[in-house]
């Protein structure tokens, strides 16, 4: 799943990158903050994807019966 | 009074040393940012949290200096010993760049950033990471956006890709490159599969493209349009970065010294023997700094401790070695820090006017020296001749232990053995004799019968 998510962005990146001459008249600070901008809003969707991940496991988590897993014959 | 050769690019304020004390002169062009992070209180949260170094304010005047009149004077603790990137382990190097990232994200919740991201703004005591540039904390402007990325990527997360993923210890690069592994540098080493990654995409690959693209920039053109980076989106991508980073693990793979402990030719009796000379020499001397050179993973280091030192670096040349070092004192908390060291070749002062990060010699300190089952690879497996060698190891401190195995001990043995014998000098009594011209033996003896000599000296 990680590195499907992670494929994606490589793709969408590289996308990015096939532009980059397009921005040839930016300095190298613009496009770092350009480039960072990118990459903090992909982190940003990542972040979320993964904590709303947590979020779900842990209402399963919740929801199983207490003592489940210590069932021993 | 003496400037810190090493801290002089920020103009915001500089290390002074004076009297065995260490000062930071805070000057009107920093003053303001500084007044803002002691007033919020990010300064003393930090240091509260044993990220960053303590600092005192004391009265302005109390040492003067060539520089502006500052703005605020600070009195930092001394640390035991300096040390650069070039001589950190995988773990130590690790533990700095979390150390970065975690203080960066910390300050970010509180309105607050780093103006860089160099890892010699990092230290270690024992094996834990301290920050200690306390005017790179500056309130977050998004104009900036993460300036110390590139500093980020070259000083930390470069040398840690080189090594972990292709198994490449980047220490003699970074010594000759002191600013670290450029992307573009970089990128080309890294494999398909290495680059298959949001941030070697976006700290490695992405930077190295905006390299290459700037080289062909002509010059005079429109100024850009300013641009901004609103703080959740750098707050993600360093919390991106940092499990990235949390991930890289050392490489696998047996290391010259892996089975040292096990198959070393000394047995039992005569190991409870070099220990109790050990302690019982650093026991009278109660040293402040001990260097332990040839520390392997750390038996003797740990020993040394155990007697009475207060504190340890421990140099080796194996990176296996001292990754187990590292791994055992990181977990005992204990003050030793294991540092790569080749002692045939050790780190030189380099930098700005060569002075900028100092060589080993300079940095010493260290009041005592343990140099154990080393002696034979400086004068047999590198041709040092014996005097030079006693030479520089009695250089290292003015009291320690050394060890001299003898011809016939198996170790020098297995060295001769894919090579012709030309060193007729190597001999105890020559080595007896280097010793007694340097300073004076005060105990030496001969670990078990038929055992190793072992000497404990003072320099005279």
Avoid at chain 2, 12 to 21: K, P, Q
Wanted: with cysteine.
């Amino acid at each position: 799943m990680k590195r499907l998510k992670e494929f994606l962005f490589v793709t969408a990146f590289t996308a990015v990158f096939v532009d980059a001459p397009a921005h040839a008249y930016l300095d190298s600070g613009t496009i770092s903050l350009v480039l960072q901008g990118v990459a903090g809003a992909f982190a940003s969707v990542l972040l979320f994807g993964r904590s709303y991940l947590e979020r779900v496991k842990s209402f399963f988590r919740r929801s199983k019966p207490a003592g489940s897993n210590d069932a021993q014959p | 009074m003496k400037i810190d050769p090493g801290s002089f690019r920020d103009p915001s304020g500089r290390i002074l040393r004076s009297g065995g004390r260490i000062f930071r002169a805070v000057y009107p062009h920093g003053a303001k940012f500084y007044g803002a992070a002691r007033d919020s209180g990010v300064l003393a949260h930090a240091v509260e949290r044993g990220r960053l170094l303590p600092l005192e304010e004391i009265e302005v005047g109390t040492i003067t200096d060539s520089g502006p009149a500052p703005a605020y004077l600070l009195e930092h603790p001394c640390l035991d010993f300096v040390s650069y990137p070039y001589e950190w382990t995988f773990s130590a190097l690790k533990a700095a760049a979390l150390l970065q990232l975690d203080f960066h994200i910390e300050l970010l919740a509180d309105g607050f950033s780093l103006s860089d991201a160099t890892a010699y703004n990092v230290q270690f005591i024992g094996t834990r990471p301290v920050f200690i540039d306390h005017l790179s904390v500056v309130p977050y402007d998004p104009a900036a956006g993460w300036a110390g990325q590139r500093q980020f990527a070259m000083q930390y997360l470069g040398p840690l890709l080189l090594w972990s993923k292709r198994g490449i210890a980047p220490n003699g690069w970074f010594r000759g490159s002191l600013e670290g592994i450029a992307p573009e540098e970089l990128a080309p080493l890294l494999r398909w599969r290495d680059k298959l990654s949001f941030n070697v995409l976006a700290h490695i690959l992405g930077p190295a493209a905006v390299h290459r693209s700037q080289l062909k920039r002509k010059i005079g053109e429109a100024p850009p349009a300013p641009r901004q980076l609103p703080k959740a989106r750098l707050e993600a991508m360093l919390k991106s970065l940092r499990s990235f980073v949390a991930g890289l693990a050392y490489p696998g793979g047996k290391t010259v010294w892996d089975d040292y402990a096990d198959c070393n030719s000394y047995d039992s009796e005569r190991r409870i023997a070099k220990h109790a000379f050990v302690a019982r020499h650093v026991e009278a001397i109660a040293p402040r700094l001990l260097f332990d050179v040839g520390c392997n993973s750390g038996d003797f280091s740990q020993a040394a401790l155990a007697a009475g030192a207060k504190s340890v670096v421990g140099f080796d040349f194996d990176f296996g070695a001292l990754e187990r070092a590292f791994s055992r004192f990181s977990a005992s908390n204990a003050r030793v820090l294991p540092l790569w060291l080749d002692a045939t070749n050790p780190s030189p002062s380099q930098g700005w006017a060569g002075r900028e990060r100092l060589g080993l010699a300079e940095r010493s300190g260290a009041d005592m020296l343990l140099a154990l089952a080393l002696i034979h690879h400086l004068a047999i497996a590198k041709n040092v001749p014996l005097d030079m060698a006693v030479d520089w190891l009695m250089s290292l401190a003015p009291s320690g232990i050394i060890e001299f195995p003898s011809k016939g001990d198996p170790m020098v043995q297995e060295l001769l053995r894919a090579r012709p014998d030309i060193f007729p000098d190597y001999s105890e009594e020559a080595f007896l004799a280097h010793v007694a011209e340097r300073g004076a033996i005060v105990e030496q003896t001969w670990l078990g019968e038929g055992g190793r000599l072992i000497v404990a000296y003072r320099r005279g």
